[in-house]
Each structure stands twice: as structure tokens, then as C-alpha cells.
């Protein structure tokens, strides 16, 4: 177990490295003008992953932190996923604005929803603030991943009925983001269930969705390309 520990520990430095990487290759490409919410949650990432690494992953302090930034993540990551079609808007324009109103109108609800079971549970025996905030976080986190997932499925599909071709950087996202929300949910599930797992099994979980993380990352950083135009209205073919 000390020794999964160790390889976690070194794999949160090498994690931070590639979140780090991937920050760059959007500033060097000048990708920040267009994709402003992706480039937002691509620094708060960094920022939280290196306040988890000062704090240390297992202090208090530290999850702490990790349950607020959980709010912040309930909304970067509809935002975030909306900016996925910044290059690609006069094509999906009017369906890109019915399907964000739903998951908007998702996201309302379960917020409400939330909030109701969060105020139960922490009823449930001595009134506790902290049992409150960490349901409700966990609660929003796992919705608003899910609903930004299956607002990017919506538009993934409409692509390729109409047999469309997005800008390179238009796929290389929404295949990112459509896979780390994945990702998402999964950690979202990880958290909520680890308590009926042993120490050595979580550290193995934590350990895949780590190498999970860091390859599809890994990935998108080789695949973003420069902007051909300066227009972001302008869809241009993927490259091949």
C-alpha cells in the first residue's frame, strides 16, 4: 500500500505537468482568443492542482478545497462545453442554443434536487454544515458533469447526421471533453462509494483514473492545432 501511495503521489506531479503542458500549447497557439471558458478551466485545473500538491493530498485542508472547487467545476464545465463550438457556430448555431438551454434548465433542477437531499441527509442526525456542503458539492459535481456530457453527445450526433465537418480543433475538443467528463463521472462515483473499499483498492482506482486523465490529455495536447483564420466564426476542415 506504501508503495501505491508513493507511485499516486508522483503521478499528482506528473498530472500537474501535463495540465501545465496543455495550458501552454493554448496560450503558444494563440488558442485562448476563441476558446476563452476552456482556456479559464485549463488554469483553474492548474491552480487547483498545484494548491492539492501544497496542501497534500490527504490533509484536511485539502479536501476541503477539492469539495468548494467542486461548485466552481459545476459551472466551468457546461460553459466549457459550449466553448467547444466557438469555431464551428454558424452551422450549429440554433441547435447549439436549444440543447445549452436544456442543460441549462438540467442544471437548475439539479441544483434544487440537490439541495432538498443534501438539507435531508445533513438533518439526518446532528445538524452538520460540513455533511451539508460535501453532499450537495458531490451532488452538483456529478449533475453538471452529466449534463454537459450528454449536452456534447447531443451535438456530436447532430455532426454526424448531417455528416458535417468541424474544424480540426472543434473535434480534437469535443473528443476531450467527451472523454474526461467520462472521467468525471467516473471520479464522481469513486468518491461516493470509496468508503466500502479497502485503502488499497482506492489508491488502484485513483491510480487508473489518474493514467486515464493524463493520456487523454496527452493526447488532445498533440492534436491542437493554430487557428487558420482569425475569424472564429469561419469553420475550416479537419485536418486529417
Known sequence: MEILSQVNHWFDFAATAIDVLLLL???TLKLHKTYFFITLACLLT???DGVALWLGPGSEESVRVFLYSRFLYAFLFPVAAWDVF???????????RLAIARTITSLVLIALFGLALAAFIASGSEPDESV?????AIFLWTGSAAAS?????VMHKEIRAKKLSPPRNTFVWLIFYELMLLGEIADCF???ISSVF??????ILMLV????GMSVTLWCIIKLRALHTESPSEPAKADG
Open 25 to 27: 500549447r493554448i496560450l
Open 198 to 203: 479497502s485503502q488499497t483498492v482506492r489508491e
Open 86 to 96: 466557438e469555431e464551428f457556430t454558424p452551422a450549429l448555431a440554433k441547435l447549439r
Open 132 to 136: 451539508f456542503l460535501q453532499t450537495l
Open 190 to 192: 469513486r468518491v461516493q
Open 209 to 212: 483514473l489518474m493514467s486515464y
Open 46 to 48: 492548474v491552480f487547483f
Open 149 to 153: 456530457l450528454s449536452f456534447l453527445w
